[in-house]
């Protein structure tokens, strides 16, 4: 599977599991999508349980209140993440809220899953990285998932939790990863990131698409004679503060590799786990590699604002000579 088969099978399966779990949003239903990820699947459960909702995001995340207050497991779909904004006032007001204001009663078992990040040659509002923000809400889970494993791993662990959940999908890679992902249901716990390559001088932290970046950043390091470790954080919220403390630990230093704005984003919270965990480990300052603090450039620009495996092994050699 690729990570558009992936998804389209956790939602396939969780439909015909459990009748309260229904899928609407910005042209899911009929067409299956904007990037067909839902491709299908009307067909299959009924119109009146995937259906295509008006271009209202701030309606889309505010009836899925109402519906999960009433039972049901709603999981909406806004068609790119820069398109979320319209929802801020609903998601942070009511969706991450409701379950501690009504003291427990009402559960908001909501997924609101959106496609992020740049990579595809697109327009404003189609390439932003928000992680960060949505991250910064108490009330809400955020996850990024790198591959097809995790990607149906982490919807099914998703769709069952009694928490909302914000289900960012990095585009730029739906269709760039095959792998082997069993039919049957499995789930990736939500909260806990995963050592995808073990090494001994420095750690690199990354998430999304930034994993392939990582991983081509390790294999050019081994040819300087430096052995990375890398961690797929996987989820942003809840993060896994002791996965990272471990591994620098052993080797001593981190990169954080993102492709949001620097400032204030998902880097420096795990700059500051560095220094809280682990800083009489550290033999060098933390670093970032991150985006730019701008708008994401239009296509022609955006190649200078994306992270690559050269820039990652110059933050590399860097540090480990530090």
Same mark, same amino acid.
């Given at each position: 599977?690729?990570?558009?088969?992936?998804?389209?099978?956790?939602?396939?399966?969780?439909?015909? =599991?459990?009748? $309260?779990?229904?899928?609407?949003?910005?042209?899911?239903?009929?067409?299956? *999508?904007?990037?067909?990820?839902?491709?299908?699947?009307?067909?299959?459960? *009924?119109?009146?349980?995937?259906?295509?909702?008006?271009?209202?995001? $701030?309606?889309?995340?505010?009836?899925?209140?109402?519906?999960?207050?009433?039972?049901? %497991?709603?999981?909406?779909?806004?068609?790119?993440?820069?398109?979320?904004?319209?929802?801020? #006032?609903?998601?942070?007001?009511?969706?991450?809220?409701?379950?501690?204001?009504? %003291?427990?009663?009402?559960?908001?078992?909501?997924?609101? %899953?959106?496609?992020?990040?740049?990579?595809? #040659?697109?327009? =404003?509002?189609?390439?932003?990285?928000?992680?960060?923000?949505?991250?910064?809400?108490?009330?809400?889970?955020?996850?990024?998932? $790198?591959?097809?494993?995790?990607?149906?791993?982490?919807?099914?662990?998703?769709?069952?939790?009694?928490?909302?959940?914000?289900?960012?999908?990095?585009?730029?890679?739906? %269709?760039?990863?095959?792998?082997?992902? =069993?039919?049957?249901?499995?789930?990736?716990?939500?909260?806990?990131?995963?050592?995808?390559?073990?090494?001994?001088?420095?750690?690199?932290?990354?998430?999304?698409?930034?994993?392939? =970046?990582?991983?081509?950043?390790?294999?050019?390091?081994?040819?300087?004679?430096? $052995?990375?470790?890398?961690?797929?954080?996987?989820?942003?919220?809840?993060?896994?503060?002791? &996965?990272?403390?471990?591994?620098?630990?052993?080797?001593?230093?981190?990169?954080?590799?993102?492709?949001?704005?620097?400032?204030?984003?998902?880097?420096?919270?795990?700059?500051?786990?560095?220094?809280?965990?682990?800083?009489?480990?550290?033999?060098?300052?933390?670093?970032?590699?991150?985006?730019?603090?701008?708008?994401?450039?239009?296509?022609?620009?955006?190649?200078?604002?994306?992270?690559?495996?050269?820039?990652?092994?110059?933050?590399?050699?860097? &540090?480990?000579?530090?």
């Amino acid at each position: 599977m690729n990570m558009v088969n992936a998804i389209n099978n956790a939602l396939d399966i969780k439909m015909a =599991e459990d009748k $309260s779990v229904i899928v609407y949003g910005e042209d899911v239903g009929v067409e299956g *999508g904007v990037f067909r990820v839902t491709e299908g699947l009307q067909k299959k459960h *009924g119109v009146e349980r995937i259906f295509d909702s008006p271009l209202a995001e $701030s309606g889309l995340a505010g009836t899925a209140v109402g519906m999960a207050a009433a039972g049901l %497991r709603p999981i909406i779909e806004m068609q790119f993440s820069g398109f979320s904004y319209p929802a801020f #006032n609903q998601i942070i007001s009511h969706v991450s809220r409701m379950h501690n204001r009504s %003291r427990g009663k009402y559960k908001q078992a909501i997924v609101i %899953r959106m496609p992020y990040g740049g990579g595809i #040659n697109a327009l =404003e509002h189609h390439s932003e990285s928000a992680e960060a923000i949505w991250g910064h809400i108490p009330g809400l889970k955020v996850v990024i998932p $790198s591959n097809p494993h995790d990607a149906k791993g982490l919807l099914i662990s998703s769709i069952e939790s009694e928490d909302p959940v914000i289900y960012m999908e990095p585009k730029r890679i739906y %269709r760039a990863i095959k792998q082997e992902v =069993e039919e049957s249901k499995f789930a990736v716990p939500i909260g806990k990131a995963k050592v995808i390559h073990k090494g001994e001088d420095i750690t690199l932290v990354a998430y999304g698409a930034m994993i392939r =970046e990582a991983q081509k950043a390790a294999a050019l390091a081994k040819k300087e004679g430096i $052995s990375v470790e890398i961690i797929d954080l996987r989820t942003i919220y809840p993060i896994d503060r002791e &996965t990272i403390a471990e591994s620098i630990k052993k080797t001593g230093r981190i990169i954080t590799v993102t492709e949001a704005p620097k400032a204030f984003g998902v880097s420096a919270e795990i700059s500051a786990i560095a220094n809280e965990e682990a800083f009489l480990f550290l033999e060098a300052p933390p670093k970032r590699v991150a985006g730019f603090d701008t708008i994401v450039p239009l296509p022609k620009g955006e190649h200078h604002y994306l992270q690559t495996a050269e820039k990652i092994l110059y933050e590399i050699i860097r &540090t480990v000579k530090y």
